[in-house]
């Protein structure tokens, strides 16, 4: 894994960064889609976003939304005007940069349907992606970063990730007449693996290519896909890893937003900078 500080974005001219926000945020409980869902004073996506473009990697954001949802196109396009007014992130002081195009779409049942939806409104100068989880709203920008930088060093695929810290077991169904619902089946050697988040970064070509196989999977296939470099890995691409960060946590549970909250306002707040 790569562990190198860094602080700048790499000069990735024609990167886009498609944020996924189409899901419904269920586990949440909210009772409107997770993207809309207050932290901090301001919504999910609206944090998610300004982490984008903070990260400055950006040639052009292309954010997935709920279906016909007119609030949250509205927040993007409100989103657009706040970074128009405030300036692209430069990579370095003096260095003009172009300001990022912001594009909604409609996504779609699945994530995976929902980055299709994306990858199908990208510019057509654009030749790496970064895809990202609204989700994951406090992703520091140096984790935006470190995914670039393997690409523009020649990975086709990258992922952030972070070690796991429990123990973790397989297990089946027990009989009926068991102890208890479930059985052991087996235990994962631990140093070997790996908790995976966004944003994950791909060659566009490579992506499309992956998406284009899984538009032919059943509906148990389908529901198996949980992110996209899994869909690179079956066309037997490398997938690279780099050091994520515990902040980057995906928001799903009410205990994840109280967390969330406290990052962003609590004590630890000011000094938790972990990169
Ligand atoms: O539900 P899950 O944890 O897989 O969601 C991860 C990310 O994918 C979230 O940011 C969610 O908004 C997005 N998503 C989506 N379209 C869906 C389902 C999830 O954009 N149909």
């Known amino acids: 894994m790569d562990s190198a500080p860094t602080n700048t974005p790499p000069a990735a001219a024609l990167t886009a960064v498609v944020v ?18 207050p932290l901090g004073g301001d919504s ?3 944090h998610a976003l300004r982490g984008v473009a903070a990260a400055g990697v ?8 709920p279906p016909g949802d007119p609030e949250l196109r509205n927040l993007c396009e409100t989103f657009a005007q706040e970074l128009a007014v405030e300036g692209p992130q430069a990579p370095a002081p003096g260095v003009a940069v172009q300001l990022p195009a912001v594009t909604v779409v409609d996504g779609g049942a699945s994530r995976a349907d929902s980055v299709r939806a994306a990858l199908a409104a990208l510019q ?11 989700a994951r709203a406090l992703t520091p920008e140096a984790v935006f970063h470190r995914v670039s930088r393997a690409l523009a060093a020649g990975a086709q695929a990258v992922i952030p990730v972070i ?7 397989t297990v089946e ?4 007449d068991a102890p208890a619902p479930e059985l052991v089946t087996g235990t994962a050697a631990r140093e070997a693996l790996r908790a995976v988040q966004t944003p994950q970064g791909f060659q566009l070509a490579t992506l499309r290519r992956a998406h284009a196989a899984a538009a032919t999977f059943d509906a148990g296939q389908a529901a198996a896909v949980t992110d996209d470099a899994m869909l690179v890995e079956l066309l037997g691409v490398p997938v690279h890893a780099v050091r994520g960060a515990s902040q980057s946590l995906k928001i799903t549970t009410p205990l994840d937003l109280i967390i ?10 000011a000094r938790w900078v972990e990169g």
């Open 44 to 46: 999910i996506l609206t």
């Open 173 to 176: 169904a027990a009989a009926a």
């Open 260 to 269: 969330a909250e406290g990052l962003l306002e609590g004590p630890l707040g």
């Open 58 to 65: 950006a040639r052009q954001i292309c954010v997935a939304i």
């Open 124 to 134: 057509p100068e654009i030749e790496a992606v970064l895809v990202h989880d609204a």
């Open 20 to 37: 996924v926000a189409a899901g419904s945020g269920e586990r949440l409980g909210y009772g409107m889609p997770k993207a809309k869902v």
């Open 163 to 169: 070690p796991v810290v429990d123990t973790v077991k």
